[in-house]
């Protein structure tokens, strides 16, 4: 892994991880999909923020995203933010947009599986 954040980053890095880095995350990991200037990027944020803030150790990667990255495309990433859980590398779980804590619940109930 190189200089792009692994843990809680409050800003969409530009430095993209490569697939096969995002692949090779040991454990659980969150990738943020999304953009600063997205307004559904920066309602989800207060409940993505929210719902991990018991999860101090989670690897969570925001990566700004558009048009040419890699990593969007490769996850099928259509709608901003897109919030994928990996476990060792694998997606187990997906939330696109949230607005609630109980949007979430497909990811925390993944984490709380542990």
């Known amino acids: 892994m190189n ?32 953009a600063p ?13 929210e719902g991990l803030k018991g999860y101090t150790t989670l690897p969570h990667i925001k990566l700004f995203d558009g048009k040419g990255k ?16 990996l476990k060792d590398g694998v997606e187990v779980a997906r939330v696109v947009r949230p607005t609630t804590l109980s949007d979430l619940a497909p990811l925390l109930n993944k984490l709380n599986e542990q």
Not at 6 to 29: H, K, Q, V
Not at 37 to 43: K, N, V
Not at 70 to 85: A, F, N, S
């Open 70 to 85: 890699k990593p969007g495309r490769h996850y099928k990433v259509k709608l901003w933010p897109t919030i994928v859980l």
């Open 37 to 49: 200037w997205c307004p559904h990027c920066q309602a989800g944020e207060l409940v993505l923020k």
């Open 3 to 34: 200089e792009y954040p692994l843990a809680y980053n409050s800003e969409y890095s530009e430095l993209s991880p490569t697939i096969e880095d995002i692949a090779g995350i040991a454990s659980f990991a969150i990738v943020e999909f999304g």
